[in-house]
C-alpha cells in the first residue's frame, strides 16, 4: 500500500517530536550533576554529529559536490539552526524563566505565518489564522500560564532571537537545499554546531562546566555517558534527521505547528520517567495544539517564498 507524502511527512514529524521530547528526562541527570546546559549540549550536538556521520556518507556515496553546493544551508543550519539558537536560549533562561523562555522561542510558526504574510502580502487563510490562535493558546496552557511573567528586556530579547533562529531551522530544512539528503544535512549541521558552541563556551558567555561520575537515571546510577548517548542519538540525532526529512515533505509551515507537540511530548516523558505532575490544564492545551495543526493542514497548499540565505532551531 502506498502511503501518501503527507501521511509520510506526519510520520517523521511526529517521530521527531517524540524524540526531542524524551531529551529534558535525560539531560536533567547530567545538569544536577553538575553539567551547565552549553556543556552538555555542546557534547550532545558533538555525540548526535559523530553518529550521524556514517549515514552522512553513505547518503552522499561519493557525491561531495553536493555538499559544496549546499554549504549556505549547512553553514545556517550549523551556525544559526542549532548553535545561536542554543546560545540565545540559554542566555534568555539565565534572566528570565524557564517556561517564559520556552513560550517565547515556541512562536517559531507565528513568525513563518507574519513572514509569508509580509514578503506575499496576502492575508493567511482564516484556518491558519484560527490554528495559530488555538495552537499558541495550548502552548501557554502547556507550559503554563504563568510563564509570562519576565520582564528583563535582555532575557526576552534573547529569547526573541531564539525563536528566529528556530523558524530559521525549519524554513533551512524545508528547502531542498541543492538535493543534499536530510540525514546529511543534520549530520554536518551538528558537527558544525559542536565547535561553534565550544567556542562560546571557552569565551565565558556562557556557564560551561562538566562532570564525569556517575549519574543518578530513573532511579538507578549510572556512568555520566550513557545519559548523554542516548539524548544524543535519540533526542539529537534521530531528532533533528526525522525533522528535517518532516520539513523537506509538510513545508517550513505546517512542520513547525507539529513541532508544538514537542512540549506535550517533553511533559508526558517527564511524567513517566521522572514523576512529575501532568495536569489536566496541559492535557487540554495539548488538545488545543492539536486543533491548531489540523487547522493549519486544512489550508489549501500555497508555493513559499523563496527566503535569502542572510536571515537564516531547539533544541535543548
Not at 39 to 48: E, F, K, P, Q, S
Not at 261 to 282: D, I, K, R
Request: aromatic share 8%; proline share 7%.
Amino acid at each position: 500500500m502506498k502511503v501518501a507524502p503527507t501521511s509520510t511527512g506526519l510520520i517523521a514529524a511526529a517521530v521527531s517530536f517524540i524524540s526531542f521530547g524524551t531529551s529534558g528526562a535525560f539531560v536533567k541527570p547530567l545538569l544536577e550533576a553538575g553539567w551547565s546546559p552549553a556543556a552538555a549540549v555542546t557534547a550532545r550536538a558533538l555525540t548526535a554529529g559523530l553518529v550521524l556521520l556514517p549515514f552522512v556518507l553513505v547518503s552522499l556515496r561519493g557525491r561531495w559536490d553536493s555538499l559544496l553546493q549546499a554549504r549556505w544551508p549547512v553553514v545556517g543550519m550549523g551556525v544559526v539552526g542549532v548553535a545561536i539558537t542554543q546560545v540565545l536560549y540559554f542566555a534568555a533562561i539565565q534572566r528570565i524563566p524557564v517556561a517564559t523562555a520556552l513560550l517565547i522561542e515556541f512562536l517559531a510558526p507565528l513568525l513563518l505565518v507574519g513572514f509569508t504574510w509580509a514578503v506575499s502580502r496576502r492575508t493567511p487563510a482564516p484556518v491558519v489564522l484560527v490554528g495559530s490562535v488555538l495552537a499558541v493558546g495550548g502552548l501557554v496552557l502547556v507550559i503554563g500560564p504563568g510563564a509570562i511573567q519576565a520582564v528583563d528586556p535582555i532575557g526576552l530579547a534573547a529569547a526573541f532571537g531564539a525563536a528566529i533562529g528556530c523558524a530559521v531551522y525549519f524554513v533551512i530544512a524545508a528547502r531542498p537545499n541543492n538535493g543534499l539528503p536530510p540525514v546529511a544535512l543534520a549530520g554536518t549541521g551538528l558537527l558544525l554546531a559542536a565547535p561553534v558552541l565550544g567556542i562560546v563556551g571557552a569565551t565565558g558567555l556562557l556557564p560551561f562546566t562538566a562532570t564525569f561520575g556517575d549519574v543518578p537515571l530513573l532511579g538507578t546510577t549510572t556512568a555520566w555517558w550513557v545519559p548523554l548517548l542516548v539524548v544524543a542519538v535519540v533526542g539529537t540525532a534521530l531528532a533533528y534527521a526525522s525533522g528535517i526529512t518532516a520539513s523537506g515533505i509538510l513545508g517550513s509551515r505546517l512542520a513547525s505547528f507539529v513541532a508544538l507537540l514537542e512540549v506535550v511530548s517533553a511533559s508526558l516523558f517527564a511524567w513517566l520517567l521522572l514523576g512529575e505532575e501532568l495536569t489536566p490544564l496541559q492535557l487540554a492545551g495539548g488538545v488545543l495544539i492539536l486543533g491548531g495543526i489540523a487547522s493549519v493542514r486544512a489550508e489549501r497548499p500555497v508555493v513559499e517564498p523563496a527566503v535569502v540565505p542572510g536571515i537564516i532551531a531547539s533544541r535543548h
